[in-house]
């Protein structure tokens, strides 16, 4: 359970109590009035009732410029609310967190600032390093660090939602990222000193049809985790589909001319990007994330149909060129 905070003018205070019951919340408790006359309240929620409470209130006071809404997280609440039977006359999300939540986790994660770019770096290091001594331990440490997952899931999102800002921001963290890393593996391949002939380097040189199934699972769990709440589970999502390794690759191969290599290494990372967003967006979709007004839901439907294709035609591509390489 969360407590939803609203801050808003005493005038409100009757309408909001009204939302709150229409929803059968848990409970629900105010404060005197302030002297700007605002007054708090609070009103305490499960996740199924949480997504609708807040569209109502932001229907309610999304005009208003002194009103604050606010979700506050519990560690526990007692007694135990006793389970209740569900209302399913009226469509709702099956996410565990709201939309506004889900859209604050990614939101953080395509900012492109200095710790964005030294991670991606002080990763590609490692990655280059550990692909080029055959360390598997050192190459997943690299996985962990890269900041490259969670752009690519903020992409999907953006694009449920319709959110054009958020969309950019992840468009260019990803290609930052990307750029970053084959730069940093190509800087490593230029000094490197011994051979390149190490398998876990070479195994970044091969597209696999496994790798596809991989990819698909992995992006559809981060997407869930994310929207369960369980956010843990995106560290092993992040060593499951790794962004960086194929891309310092590309740069390791370039560095010595192996051109033919960096293709490989180029297919494997196109796959893996396309396949975290197709499966994200599916997730997205098949739990009912998406705008809040039903105009920006109408403008978002009409891309829908034409992204998925898109994604998926470039995923089928993709998998022909595995099958061209491998004869």
């Given at each position: 359970m969360k407590i939803?905070?609203?801050?808003?003018?005493?005038?409100?205070?009757?309408?909001?109590?009204?939302?709150?019951?229409?929803?059968?919340?848990?409970?629900?408790?105010?404060?005197?009035?302030?002297?700007?006359?605002?007054?708090?309240?609070?009103?305490?929620?499960?996740?199924?009732?949480?997504?609708?409470?807040?569209?109502?209130?932001?229907?309610?006071?999304?005009?208003?410029g002194d009103s604050r809404i606010m979700v506050i997280p519990l560690e526990v609440v007692l007694p135990r609310a006793s389970d209740e039977p569900v209302d399913d006359s009226k469509p709702a999300s099956s996410a565990a967190v709201s939309r506004e939540e889900i859209y604050q986790k990614v939101e953080k994660g395509t900012k492109l600032n200095s710790n964005f770019i030294l991670l991606v770096i002080l990763s590609g290091i490692v990655a280059s390093i550990g692909l080029l001594e055959n360390n598997i331990a050192v190459i997943v440490g690299a996985m962990v660090i890269a900041p490259l997952l969670g752009p690519n899931i903020a992409f999907s999102l953006g694009t449920?939602?319709?959110?054009?800002?958020?969309?950019?921001?992840?468009?260019?963290?990803?290609?930052?990222?990307?750029?970053?890393?084959?730069?940093?593996?190509?800087?490593?391949?230029?000094?490197?000193p011994y051979e390149f002939n190490s398998p876990e380097l070479l195994s970044r040189t091969e597209a696999e049809y496994s790798g596809t199934a991989i990819a698909l699972a992995s992006g559809a769990a981060a997407s869930l985790s994310l929207i369960a709440g369980t956010s843990g589970v995106l560290v092993g999502v992040m060593v499951a589909v790794a962004l960086i390794p194929p891309a310092v690759t590309i740069g390791l191969m370039s560095s010595i001319g192996g051109y033919e290599g960096a293709l490989g290494a180029t297919l494997i990372l196109a796959i893996n990007i396309v396949c975290i967003n197709l499966s994200a967006k599916l997730v997205f979709l098949f739990k009912?994330?998406?705008?809040?007004?039903?105009?920006?839901?109408?403008?978002?439907?009409?891309?829908?149909?034409?992204?998925?294709?898109?994604?998926?035609?470039?995923?089928?591509?993709?998998?022909?060129?595995?099958?061209?390489?491998?004869?």
């Open positions: 939803i905070e609203v801050i808003a003018d005493e005038g409100h205070r009757d309408t909001i109590t009204s939302i709150a019951e229409q929803h059968n919340v848990e409970d629900i408790w105010y404060g005197i009035p302030g002297d700007d006359g605002r007054v708090a309240i609070r009103i305490l929620t499960s996740p199924t009732q949480r997504q609708t409470v807040l569209d109502s209130l932001q229907t309610l006071l999304g005009t208003s449920t939602l319709g959110d054009k800002e958020l969309l950019w921001s992840a468009t260019k963290s990803i290609f930052t990222g990307i750029i970053l890393a084959v730069i940093t593996g190509f800087a490593i391949g230029v000094i490197w009912g994330i998406g705008p809040r007004t039903w105009l920006e839901a109408s403008k978002v439907k009409q891309s829908r149909t034409l992204y998925l294709l898109g994604w998926t035609i470039l995923l089928a591509l993709l998998v022909l060129m595995i099958y061209l390489s491998s004869r």
